[in-house]
């Protein structure tokens, strides 16, 4: 960008920045050199302060006349050229040196249109003045002396008035491009919102177009194979994507390969592609900028904006254009890593719940139980859980039921529930003993067999004697190896927590001991085993989690078993936070 404030004091022509109060601002080197004065002196300083009128002349009208017309520029907002002043100019041993000026005054307005600054032009024209006498003084010997010196002196107008119209271009440029950086800004942080490429689209075609005053964009993104281009255009209000051949010469398509390409005016490019006329015919566009999107190295596809009048493309705008681009580029390159990411996630877990739900049969329905399970997975696509159910029949008669958790969300902790569940229905069915002893022989070969998992359980048998059958009740023994305590519902409606000391959970150590637990079960009770998804929230705490339970069961105690199990599911965790397995076993009457 050009070094305005350079620019400025090596300006041949004598300027002041003065504020809107006549306060000294800034002096140009020029404008030191005529007044004999240094730059500390003025700044700060009231013109007037600084430039007294001459006390030994007191028809001297200077002050007044340039007071008036500072004035007149000031309030109109409009620039104002005086006639020819006299002003006398102080000296620095104290005397006074007579000086005739042509003042010039521009005020500065900001975007508001409000007057920030005065910009006052004085040309010392004294040699000029004193040529013209001396000139008038010799007209016998012709006026060649006189028009020379007027016409250097129009010169040198004209030289002045090239400059400040140089200077109003080059605040004009500076001004555009300060509206485009703060655009730039606010695109940045809007694209920061996106979570899909259609939102990030949307968005950039929205803001990118507001920022550069651009009546058209258009975005190329390459495959993920790199083969193939597909153009996306906003008309209407909508997104339209269409295939674009990466070989096209159409400029989003050479952008693709890695080439900026810029056109000023489409209308007098005589080497322009038949393509890109047909373009700008189409679009309805006199000039384009195209830029390649790259990020960490790789290129992501194309940036093209479009405009209707022809455009000068500039260094700081060129600059401006790449930054857009980049920006552009991070968020497709964030975007696109995200969408892939849920893509693998979804991938992930559809085969874990595959896995998962061949492992989770349906499970028997033995004489006078009836039995329901159920198992929701989590809504959250990465998280994948370990938790289990299982209900089968041992060789004596009992009916066992498990559920189980192993620790972790991810395949391996799917994989690994796999295992436990076939090991721990392997043992049971071969050992026919207590839940205790069956959890410490799973416990002994998970460590042997070296599954290196944590895991909490609760392993259930359903026993009846023949005295018991005679009066339909039955017992129910259970151990906890670390696991949330099974809920029992009685027939009539109360509604008790089996909370019995848990043992240890499993694969901590297989020497540690195990209790069972027992409680009767009389026609019409409910058994309920359940998975910390239940009952588990960011904002409670466990107690309160069981509470809950206890609560929604004793209203849904008449319902169906099966029907129980849905209530408590959507009664409990309706938000789909977490993996819930559940299995439930009522006593039906003999």
């Known amino acids: 960008m050009p070094d ?7 300006a041949p022509t004598p300027f002041l920045l003065l504020t809107p109060d006549l306060v000294i601002v800034h002096a140009n080197r020029a404008r030191l050199a005529a007044t004999a004065t240094t730059l500390e002196q003025n700044v700060g300083r009231h013109l007037f302060d600084l430039f007294p009128m001459n006390p030994d002349d007191p028809a001297a009208d200077g002050l007044v006349n340039l007071a008036a017309t500072l004035a007149e520029a000031r309030d109109t907002r409009r620039p104002v050229v005086m006639p020819i002043q006299r ?23 900001d975007d508001a249109g409000e007057v920030v600054l005065l910009l006052h032009r004085s040309d010392d024209i004294t ?13 016998e010997r012709g006026q060649h002396r006189v028009a020379q010196v007027e016409g250097d002196l129009f010169h040198r107008a004209r030289e002045l008035a090239r400059l400040n119209a140089q200077l109003r271009t080059a605040n004009d440029r500076e001004r555009r491009t300060a509206r485009s950086l703060a655009g730039l800004a606010a695109t940045v942080s809007t694209l920061a919102t996106a979570e899909t490429t259609q939102q990030l689209l949307e968005l950039l075609f929205e803001q990118g177009r507001a920022a550069l005053g651009a009546g058209t964009a258009a975005v190329a993104l390459l495959d993920p194979d790199g083969r193939r281009l597909t153009l996306t255009e906003i008309r209407g209000g909508r997104l339209l994507s269409a295939p674009l051949p990466p070989d096209s010469p159409l400029p989003m398509a050479v952008a693709a390969t890695g080439r900026t390409v810029l056109v000023g005016d489409a209308g007098h490019a ?34 093209t904006v479009g405009w209707a009048a022809p455009r000068s493309f500039e260094d700081d705008d060129v600059r401006v254009l790449e930054a857009y681009a980049a920006q552009c580029a991070q968020a497709v390159d964030r975007v696109t890593r995200l969408e892939d990411e849920r893509r693998r996630a979804r991938a992930t877990r559809s085969l874990a719940e595959t896995l ?22 989590a809504a959250e696509e990465a998280t994948i859980g370990g938790d289990w159910y299982d209900a089968f029949l041992t060789p004596d008669g009992a009916t066992t039921l498990v559920i189980g958790d192993v620790t ?26 207590p839940p205790a002893q069956v959890l410490s022989a799973l416990d002994r070969a998970v460590v042997g067999l070296q599954v290196g998992t944590l895991a909490t359980a609760v392993l259930a048998r359903v026993e009846q004697s023949p005295a018991e059958a005679v009066t339909g009740r039955r017992r129910l023994r259970w151990s906890n190896a670390g696991h949330p305590p099974p809920l029992l519902v009685r027939a009539g409606g109360a509604v008790e927590l089996l909370e019995r000391p848990a043992s240890l959970l499993l694969g901590v150590d297989p020497g540690a001991s195990r209790t069972d637990h027992t409680v ?6 409910t058994v309920v085993l359940y998975t910390d998804g239940l009952v588990e929230r960011r904002d409670a705490t466990l107690d309160d989690g069981l509470a809950r339970l206890t609560g929604v ?8 078993v099966a029907g129980l199990c849905d209530a408590l599911l959507a009664r409990l965790a309706p938000d789909w936070a977490d993996d819930v397995a559940l299995v439930a076993l009522r006593v039906l009457p003999e």
């Open 127 to 139: 040699d000029y003045i004193r040529a013209r006498d001396d000139a008038r003084r010799a007209a």
């Open 270 to 303: 005589a080497d322009l592609p038949a393509e890109d006329r047909y373009l700008a015919e189409g679009l309805g566009v006199r000039s384009w900028a195209a830029l390649p999107l790259r990020a960490g190295g790789r290129l992501l596809g194309s940036w």
């Open 356 to 377: 998962q739900r061949s492992l989770l049969t349906e499970p028997p329905q033995p004489d006078h139980l009836r039995i329901a399970v159920r198992y929701r997975p």
């Open 87 to 109: 002003y006398d100019i102080r000296m620095p041993d104290g005397s006074y040196e007579e000086r005739f000026w042509s003042p010039h005054h521009v005020p500065v307005l």
């Open 4 to 10: 305005f404030a350079r620019v400025f004091d090596v």
């Open 553 to 560: 069961a004793a209203e849904l105690a008449a319902l169906p």
């Open 408 to 433: 972790g969300h991810d395949r391996e902790a799917a994989a690994v529930m796999g295992q436990l569940r076939n090991l721990l229905r392997g043992t049971a069915h071969a050992l026919v003993a």
């Open 520 to 525: 009767t079960l009389h026609p019409g009770d």
